[in-house]
């Protein structure tokens, strides 16, 4: 069982930057592939970025690259999700996500076996 929560969510102007952080509980994090997803107000939710258990390999969907940086530190139990350039589209409820299959990363939600509450990130313009 790895329980997830997330902080470092809030409110920032567009061009702004957020750190969000997840902590997990457990002995076997560093086992888990983790993905931040984000869902906003009537849309579905979708893939931010994810990383390997090892940490060694990363992916972000289009719309974030460049921007956005997934990183672990598995001493710390902690998956990281550093946000610059922000955009008001970048608005969502942000969550973190473990899937067993650590050695891989996947974009889909139902290959993730363990979910964070979710974190607001509200983006003005």
């Known amino acids: 069982q790895v329980q997830l929560v997330e902080s470092g969510g809030g409110l920032v102007q567009a061009g702004g930057s957020l750190r969000l952080s997840c902590a997990a509980s457990?002995?076997?994090?560093?086992?888990?592939?983790m993905g931040w997803f984000r869902q906003a107000p009537g849309k579905e939710r979708e893939f931010v970025a994810a990383i390997t258990y090892s940490g060694g390999s990363t992916t972000y969907r289009d719309s974030v690259k460049g921007r956005f940086t997934i990183s672990r530190d598995n001493a710390k139990n902690t998956v990281y999700l550093q946000m610059n350039s922000l955009k008001p589209e970048d608005t969502a409820v942000y969550y973190c996500?473990?899937?067993?299959?650590?050695?891989?990363?996947?974009?889909?939600?139902?290959?993730?076996?363990?979910w964070g509450q979710g974190t607001q990130v509200t983006v003005s313009s």
């Open positions: 996500a473990a899937s067993r299959f650590g050695g891989s990363y996947s974009n889909t939600p139902p290959d993730y076996d363990y």
């Open positions: 457990g002995r076997t994090f560093s086992r888990y592939a």
